[in-house]
């Protein structure tokens, strides 16, 4: 048996409605370089990872530009036009284009990622790679909470508190076998995320501690604060 390779999925084909904006969210530039240019850039800096595809919108038009902005090997990226209503449908649909374009086999590792989520850096990366290579079920990236969590009621009050121990946030990569991941997406209708699915099938992805800087940039007030982390770590 071969060794699995490891392969990015970035669906990148969402409209950003909370952004608002001229352009989807993923095109918008943070310090002088689009936001899903600066993921790509961080994905194709990864030896370990054999390719990394991007999932757009079919009518997709800016694209091929933000493509120009990427430095480093181009060959490495494929752009896949088969972008769907939902987050969950854009990752699955990318999962069938993908094989079209390449010998993915069902034990490959697909790492996928949001393109709004900029401040992904290669060592959270590759420790999400190191800590999950030899599982059998995957895992993502994800952060203890620390604020004090509080479930409303109908009224906007306190209805109760919910202790924070053993919560996480969840971020992404998340990294799952082709195989496992194609077959649980296909099953779960509502997931927001790939371990969504995966847990669905009574598995149990593992927690791999991320950083705060891999926030996923939502609201227009995010973009001043995804330049701040960039430009500290430039
Ligand atoms: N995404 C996608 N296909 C969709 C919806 C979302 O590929 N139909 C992608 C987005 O481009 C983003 C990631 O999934 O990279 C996370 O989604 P989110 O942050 O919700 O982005 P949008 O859906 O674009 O934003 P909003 O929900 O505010 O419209
Ligand atoms: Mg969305």
């Known amino acids: 048996m071969t060794a699995p390779r490891y ?9 950003g ?25 961080t994905f ?22 933000a493509m120009t902005e990427v430095t480093g090997d181009r060959s490495l990226l494929s752009i896949l036009r ?21 010998d993915v086999s069902d034990d490959d590792w697909i ?3 949001d393109a709004a989520r900029p401040g992904i850096d290669a060592e959270s990366i590759e420790k999400l790679m190191h800590a999950i290579h030899d599982d059998v079920t995957g895992g993502l ?3 203890p909470v620390v604020d004090t969590l509080k479930r409303a009621d109908a009224d906007g009050r306190i209805d109760r508190t919910i202790p924070r121990e053993q919560l996480w946030a969840a971020q992404t990569p998340q990294m799952f076998r ?18 969504g699915a995966i847990e669905a099938l009574g598995l149990k992805p593992l927690l791999v501690e991320g950083s705060a800087r891999n926030f996923k940039v939502t609201l227009p007030h995010d973009v001043a604060l995804a330049e701040l982390y960039l430009k500290e770590f430039a």
């Open 111 to 113: 790492l996928v990622h």
């Open 7 to 15: 392969f990015a999925l970035i669906p990148a084909a969402g409209v």
């Open 44 to 65: 194709v800096g990864i030896s370990a990872i054999a390719h990394t595809f991007t999932v757009v919108s079919s009518g997709d038009e800016h694209i091929d530009e």
């Open 141 to 143: 990236l994800a952060l």
């Open 178 to 195: 082709y195989g496992l991941l194609r077959h649980a997406l296909e099953q779960a209708e509502h997931v927001t995320d790939e371990a």
């Open 17 to 41: 409605a909370r952004m608002g904006g001229t352009v989807p969210k993923q095109y918008t530039r943070l310090a002088g370089k689009p936001m899903l240019a600066r993921v790509l850039d």
């Open 82 to 102: 088969v972008g769907g209503d939902t987050r969950r449908q854009s990752v699955l649909n990318g999962l069938h284009a993908m094989r079209g374009r390449m």
